[in-house]
């Protein structure tokens, strides 16, 4: 039995990734994995006896490495035909005869060998809360919150972003008759245009989180880049997870970098005055005024 799976989500360039990586090694989660095969040396000894017998190599053994894939999309593409780059947010309706079935099928394959008794995965983009929940009706949702002016500037740095060739090219549908008048308005500005994306994204999470009240947990970037532990910890007393003691001490070993500080820097004055005129009541409505 599938027992309340995490789904961590968020928008492109928001922290999921980071977050993700912090939960990953806990005991209890399981994720979508993929086999790498490593070498390993057998004990001193029988190293030391194949030296003098002159067997080099028979000491070295291979052990099969199970590492947790991230956005797993290729998983979800085969469960789930359409769900990595779906043109809108996808609605518990998507979910066609005998897909639920399959999908937690496939999460259970990807469990089994690992031992470990809950699933954790994450996504970006559109919410798909409704999707999720009509195929786990328990599951719950770690959802990752950065400042939109950092999330723009990210996302323009990566080849992956179709915003280049304008929202007709983009996977966010149509702008609105009010969005389309607010990015003619900035003269068409590429920035101005990811962060339309960026509240799109915010706002579908938004729309769908009173079916799943209590399911759901925020978590901000800026909030854990500066105290990590604290926030994991929060993390994992939502989703129910024990305070393993060796995980913890693990925590303060793994690297965080402030990656907020890049678009302060980076982005000239007068486009980030401009995006902050246009998408202001966005900025203040997620907290970011």
């Given at each position: 039995m599938l027992d309340r799976p995490i789904f961590i989500i968020g928008t492109g360039r928001s922290g999921t990734s980071v977050m993700f990586r912090f939960l990953s090694p806990h005991p209890g989660v399981g994720w979508v994995h993929k086999d790498r095969e490593e070498r390993v040396s057998n004990a001193w000894g029988v190293r030391m006896a194949d030296r003098l017998l002159g067997t080099v190599g028979r000491s070295v053994k291979r052990r099969t490495v199970r590492e947790p894939v991230g956005e797993a999309y290729w998983f979800w593409e085969r469960y789930a035909r359409g769900f990595p780059r779906p043109c809108r947010d996808l609605e518990a309706a998507d979910v066609y005869p005998l897909m639920a079935e399959r999908i937690r099928e496939g999460v259970m394959q990807q469990l089994r060998p690992l031992n470990r008794p809950r699933f954790m995965t994450k996504y970006t983009g559109w919410s798909r809360i409704a999707f999720i929940n009509a195929v786990f009706p328990d599951a719950l949702f770690l959802h990752v919150v950065r400042d939109g002016r950092a999330v723009a500037w990210s996302l323009m740095k990566m080849p992956w972003w179709q915003g280049w060739g304008g929202p007709s090219q983009w996977r966010w549908g149509e702008l609105s008759e009010q969005d389309r008048a607010l990015w003619e308005a900035s003269g068409k500005s590429f920035f101005v245009l990811a962060g339309l994306q960026w509240r799109i994204c915010l706002d579908s999470v938004r729309r769908h989180a009173d079916p799943v009240a209590g399911r759901i947990h925020e978590i901000r970037y800026e909030e854990f880049v500066r105290d990590p532990e604290k926030e994991v910890t929060r993390a994992l007393d939502f989703a129910g997870l024990d305070r393993d003691p060796k995980y913890l001490s693990g925590l303060?070993?793994?690297?965080?970098?402030?990656?907020?500080?890049?678009?302060?820097?980076?982005?000239?004055?007068?486009?980030?005055?401009?995006?902050?005129?246009?998408?202001?009541d966005a900025l203040e409505s997620y907290g970011y005024a």
């Open positions: 303060g070993r793994e690297e965080v970098i402030d990656a907020n500080k890049k678009w302060v820097r980076e982005v000239p004055i007068d486009q980030r005055k401009q995006f902050e005129s246009l998408l202001g």
